[in-house]
């Protein structure tokens, strides 16, 4: 099964204008200027996030009337209160106390119910350009477009975070997968690139040794279920306008990013032979997939030197023609390629009895297929 909708972006990209775009979540302020050249490292942007509220119910901590709370609390409103400091105490000399369970301010003493409210303190939350390149835009109290020449491979399906990372091949053959063993101290901080796929107990392996990010060809719903924690899969919200990520599977250890789909495919080869390539290099990768407008695949950026031939500023969308290199996406040749024959010019009587434009390719052992036209991916 593939969740990729083609959009014209051949999934392989050997040299092209990467945009990278760095948001806040917040307001704060962006560090960096435009036309400054950027580290993966370097902070560009900061913001203090508004502290979590809490409310302590200082009448049923002291066991006190909620009336009598106004008069138990040692603090006014407005003031600082320290983490483990006595906020209230039921009498002068022992008694009861209550603790605040933050650094924040006391905003409000409820006499009604015994309730007092602080907001912690603002948290302090920096972005890092995760990549090197050039600002090119800066988004004012947002964050900064980066860019930078690189290769790029897009996915059909990824969870987690942006994250940088030095690439990691652990296979030798795009049909071979990742097995817990493969995993070992020297993939801490990496990006791994493994064949056909990753069981769960692999996945656990490379939180345990601190991976960053995971890519593969495929995997195993069950698979990926287990290691999220979701134990049905009624937890994928699935509907009429996008697919969801579950909430209570709660924000994945690291970045998974999924070339063909779900299921026990091997990686495509153009794009296997391209992170090979690029093994033991510095790399970003996002996570996030988006099946709506705006659509996002998961994206895997290597930067390349500025002075490497061929770069393209915008990157190409060949058409699809007779002649054209294509990957197919249907899940019987899910990531195989093969090179169009002829492409109807009216709808085609399929052998499901639908009719939809339609397509000849040839494999590469010459076996010919004819396919929905949706169910290839230009790569040339």
Request: net charge neutral; aromatic share 4%; charged share 20%.
């Amino acid at each position: 099964m593939s969740l990729y909708t083609p959009e014209g972006t051949p999934p392989v990209l050997t040299g092209a204008m990467a945009r990278i775009e760095r948001r806040l979540p917040h307001s704060g302020e962006v560090i960096v200027r435009v036309g400054q050249r950027v580290e993966p490292d370097e902070v560009i942007a900061r913001a203090y996030l508004p502290g979590a509220v809490h409310i302590v119910n200082v009448a049923r901590e002291l066991m006190i009337a909620p009336a009598q709370v106004v008069r138990a609390v040692h603090h006014e409103i407005g003031a600082a209160v320290e983490a483990g400091a006595v906020l209230a105490r039921s009498g002068r000399i022992g008694g009861r106390t209550c603790s605040s369970p933050v650094f924040g301010k006391l905003v409000a003493i409820d006499g009604e119910t015994g309730y007092v409210t602080i907001i912690a303190d603002p948290a302090r939350y920096e972005i890092e350009a995760n990549i090197r390149g050039i600002v090119m835009e800066v988004i004012p109290y947002i964050g900064v477009l980066i860019e930078t020449p690189a290769a790029q491979v897009y996915g059909a399906f990824g969870i987690g975070n942006e994250s940088a990372g030095v690439l990691r091949l652990l296979v030798t053959d795009p049909a071979e997968p990742i097995l817990p063993e493969m995993l070992n101290t020297r993939s801490a901080y990496a990006i791994i690139i493994g064949g056909s796929g990753i069981s769960a107990a692999a996945l656990q392996r490379a939180v345990a040794e601190q991976v960053r990010g995971v890519i593969v060809g495929s995997i195993d719903e069950a698979e990926l279920r287990a290691f999220l924690g979701m134990r049905s899969i009624d937890a994928w919200r699935t509907g009429t306008h996008s697919w969801r990520f579950p909430r209570e599977a709660g924000q994945p250890p690291l970045t998974i990013v999924v070339t063909e789909g779900f299921g026990d495919a091997p990686m495509s080869l153009p794009i296997f032979e391209l992170l090979a390539s690029h093994d033991r290099q510095e790399a970003l990768i996002e996570g996030m997939t988006l099946l709506r407008r705006p659509l996002r695949r998961p994206r895997i950026v290597i930067p390349l030197s500025a002075r490497t031939q061929g770069i393209q500023i915008d990157p190409p969308r060949p058409p699809l023609r007779p002649g054209a290199t294509v990957r197919l996406l249907d899940p019987q040749h899910l990531g195989t390629i093969a090179r169009v024959q002829s492409i109807s010019a009216t709808p085609t009587r399929l052998p499901s009895r639908l009719r939809v434009p339609s397509l000849t390719v040839a494999l590469e052992d010459g076996t010919t297929l004819v396919l929905p036209q949706q169910t290839v991916e230009v790569l040339a």
